[in-house]
């Protein structure tokens, strides 16, 4: 069975653009959470969704916004990039009620 | 949120030797779950602790829930290079599926 799966891997973007991040939840994951892991930090919960809908939101500007479509996939944005925007974004998936989140491996966004 | 605190960093040692990190919180968690984060890699779920001084092994690996819910450990006996990497404990909240991770114990094995 496929994994969590994260598209693109690896990103170069320049200051003020925008940026979409895809994932593809395990099939039958309903649930699909963000996070940016910074270097040396743990992951820190950006958005969770389920059904379609936001479930959750972490402390993070109103320039990232997230969505889930219909098949259970989700996508990040992010506009206006900073520099500090670098970081690993990890996409994560469960099984409703279930407490173990599986990671896709991310992708590198390198802001510059 | 209530954030958890790992201990230490960093932990680097010779193969063989026995390893603990700690987490801590200043509020009762309701659980504690362990991700172990390979060099390049992304987070490995590896348990949840739910009860009170709850302890569950999975082979070298022992870990270990407080009496009182607010600390937890993770023990490695007699590490191997294949332990090599990052762990993570996380609490849930709110009820809800956020993680709230702590900032990491990186352990590095010298063969």
């Known amino acids: 069975d496929a994994g969590v799966t994260q598209s693109p891997t690896h990103l170069i973007k320049t200051r003020g653009q925008h940026v979409t991040l895809r994932c593809s939840p395990i099939?039958?994951?309903?649930?699909v959470s963000w996070y940016q892991q910074v270097l040396g930090q743990g992951p820190q919960f950006i958005f969770q969704y389920y059904e379609k809908e936001e479930r959750g939101r972490g402390n993070f500007p109103d320039r990232f916004s997230a969505r889930q479509f219909p098949n259970y996939s989700s996508e990040l944005n992010v506009n206006a990039l900073l520099l500090g925007d670098s970081a690993l974004y990890l996409c994560a998936s469960r099984y409703h009620g279930g407490p173990e989140a599986f990671f896709g491996q991310g992708t590198r966004l390198t802001v510059v | 949120g209530q954030q958890v605190m790992q201990i230490p960093q960093y932990q680097h040692v010779q193969e063989g030797e026995d390893f603990t990190t700690y987490c801590n919180s200043s509020t009762t968690l309701s659980n504690i779950q362990w991700y172990k984060q390979r060099p390049g890699g992304h987070p490995v779920f590896l348990i949840q602790l739910v009860k009170s001084g709850e302890v569950k092994k999975q082979k070298r690996l022992t870990f270990q829930f407080g009496e009182a819910k607010k600390n937890s450990s993770l023990h490695i006996t007699a590490t191997q290079t294949t332990d090599v990497g990052t762990y993570f404990c996380?609490?849930?909240?709110?009820?809800?599926?956020?993680?709230?991770f702590g900032k990491g114990t990186k352990l590095t094995v010298n063969p």
């Open positions: 099939s039958g994951h309903k649930s």
């Open positions: 996380a609490r849930t909240q709110g009820g809800s599926e956020k993680l709230v």
